[in-house]
């Protein structure tokens, strides 16, 4: 899920938030081995229990992310997008997952978004259609996560 593009700038990080955007590229370049669908409830189970993620939350996190890996600082999009929701999810946030395409030429992408905005993406994100997202769960009046069911899954007891 890649297209071309200028890689990203390194910022400067503490040794702590470096060795976790470390961790947090590994264990991406893990979950990005299985099958979309996999993928995607992996991600919504990880999601479970954050609150949303800012703007500004997402951006610190893409970009620790891209300062420790040269993949994901290029055309590792899938990568870079699960590394930098993992790195969210450790400060108990989480930002809109998307993978999705374009049809003229024909692309993949995925990438984040925090408050409703891709984040740190180009102008050119708004010609992308998601197929798929895993957004922060809702919450109900007692604060507990409020996830509709997933379309063809059962519950047990059910």
């Known amino acids: 899920m890649t297209f071309p ?16 955007a470390r961790l947090t590229v590994t264990v991406a370049w893990l979950l990005i081995r299985m099958p979309p669908a996999r993928l995607r409830r992996t991600l919504g189970l990880l999601s479970r229990g954050a609150h949303p993620a800012t703007g500004a939350q997402a ?19 899938l990568q870079r997008s699960v590394a930098t929701v993992l790195l969210c999810r450790l400060t108990g ?3 809109t997952w998307c993978a999705g395409v374009r049809t003229e030429p024909f692309r993949a992408h995925a990438w984040v978004e925090a408050d409703g905005l891709p984040v740190g993406e180009g102008e050119d994100i708004r010609l992308f259609r998601a197929l798929m997202r895993v957004s922060p769960p809702a919450r109900d009046a007692r604060g507990h996560d409020r996830r509709p069911r997933e379309r063809g899954t059962l519950r047990r007891g059910t």
């Open 93 to 95: 946030s989480w930002p």
């Open 5 to 20: 593009v200028v890689p990203e700038h390194r910022s400067p990080l503490t040794l702590g938030r470096r060795l976790l």
């Open 59 to 77: 951006l610190a996190s893409r970009r620790a992310v891209v300062s420790v890996s040269r993949t994901c600082a290029g055309q590792g999009c």
